[in-house]
């Protein structure tokens, strides 16, 4: 067992910052019930460790299960069962890479179930004319919410300290991300809304700009509209720092990112990217941005959640485990093992690399690594504490602003007309 704890303690800013303290003392005591419960256990058992790499990151997996950060199941469920949750059973063969079954034998501890409607070009050049986006969105949002509710197997998480207590409880931590900022309808009162409902990440974009920010599209770069962030798009970092919503960097433009990395204060994810050293594809990550990602000068903390899809992994669009593991490996090599994830993506990819089929089988990945010597600890933070050290971070960051009397933003989209003074009372 490592002694090494999934969020590392962090430092309290100020001496009066109660509820910053509250959720480090409960995050310090539940990671370590979980690392004594899992000590217990094998106590208990009196299981020997085992020397092959396969039963040694099932072992490990045990209890330091994968959080993966993006699993598109509620479009999934939009698109073969028209948003109905009672036709789904998730106890079943399902049709994509999740079901309940899978997802133990694959040591799922948890994931962001990825909330996501399609950009519109209805919206029009400036993304102002009415679409039933905020409504589509709605809907996912009770998809998974909905699914959620109906297996105790799941729970909903909020915070990091949510997600420790229901991987010690046994259940698979459910937290939700929201892909793309188009699905905002232009308006920092959804973020907050959308927040309140559990969103704890945003993907500033999907692949078309919004009003808030440049994509970096899919294959080929799109025209940016912002040079990056819109001054809108400013005040959505500023906004998401303030809820404890993580600034998700995967899909957006390099101006984007690195402008989006300046202003932040949280620590930020990249939910599903694969590095462009590989593959130069616009969707995937940089060096010049991995290089800003990490602690010291110039760097901010985050975790880079690497994408099974083999059309991003690699340039002939092939992809086996190894294909993964050379990924993970070189975000490790060039950020540091602290900092990088598991994002598959699986749910929203039509491909899915030879040994990594479905979430049952991402123990293949992490015995891969082992026998290229990645350790129990290096093991541990890249199946989930890594993401957690980020949330954990992203919450200390809003706590410290709540401190510093933070308000919400009333700024607006610059381009509505709609919220304009009217004659009172009406006409
Ligand atoms: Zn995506």
Redesign the pocket.
């Known amino acids: 067992m490592s002694s090494q704890p999934l969020i590392p303690r962090l430092q309290p800013e100020t001496p009066d910052l109660q509820r910053s303290k509250r959720l480090q003392l409960v995050s310090t005591i539940l990671v370590a019930l979980l690392l004594v419960g899992g000590t217990i256990f094998i106590g208990l058992v009196g299981e020997k460790v085992p020397t092959d790499p396969n039963e040694l990151a099932d072992y490990w997996l045990k209890t330091s299960p994968v959080i993966d950060g ?1 699993v ?1 199941l509620p479009i999934l469920v939009r698109e073969v069962y028209g948003n109905n949750v009672d036709k789904v059973d998730l106890n079943k063969n399902m049709p994509g890479h999740f079901d309940l079954p899978r997802a133990r034998k694959g040591r799922m501890g948890g994931f962001f179930w ?1 909330i ?1 409607e399609d950009c519109r070009e209805e919206a029009g050049p400036d993304f102002l004319n009415a679409t039933n986006t905020v409504r589509d969105t709605l809907e996912r949002i009770d998809v998974a919410l909905n699914l959620i509710d109906k297996y105790p197997d799941f729970t909903l998480c909020r915070t990091a300290a949510d997600v420790m207590w229901a991987i010690k409880e046994g259940k698979i931590a459910s937290l939700l991300g929201m ?1 793309g900022a188009h699905m905002l309808g232009n308006s920092l009162a959804a973020l907050r809304m959308y927040h309140l409902l559990g969103v704890r990440y945003l ?1 500033l974009t ?2 078309c700009n919004n009003a808030f920010a440049d994509s970096g599209g899919v294959f080929a770069a799109v025209k940016p509209k912002w040079g990056g962030l819109s001054p809108l798009g400013k005040e959505l970092v500023k906004e998401m720092n303030r809820l404890g919503v993580l600034v998700d960097l ?2 957006v433009s390099d101006d984007t990112a690195l402008q989006a990395l300046e202003i932040t204060r949280a620590p930020v994810i990249l ?2 990217s694969d590095s462009r050293h590989f593959n130069n594809l616009s969707r995937n990550v940089p060096d010049q941005i991995l290089d800003k990602i990490g602690h010291g000068k110039g760097k901010t903390d985050g975790v880079v959640m690497v ?1 099974f899809y083999p059309t991003f992994a690699s340039p002939d669009k092939k992809a086996n485990v190894s294909t993964i593991a050379d990924q993970v490996e070189y975000i490790a090599q060039r950020v540091g093992r602290k900092y990088v994830g598991i994002g598959s ?1 699986y749910d ?1 990819i039509e491909k899915t690399p030879d040994g990594l089929e479905d979430v049952s089988k991402y123990p293949n990945l992490f015995a891969e690594l082992i026998r290229r010597g990645w350790t129990h600890n290096d093991l541990s933070l890249l199946a989930g504490g890594n993401v957690l050290r980020v949330l954990n971070g992203a919450e200390a960051v809003a706590a410290k602003m709540a401190s510093e009397g933070k308000k919400a933003s009333m700024a607006i989209y610059s381009k509505r007309t709609d919220l304009d003074p009217r004659p009172f009372p009406p006409q």
């Open positions: 993006h598109d990825s996501f892909e993907t999907h692949g995967s899909h939910s599903h994408n993506d929203g």
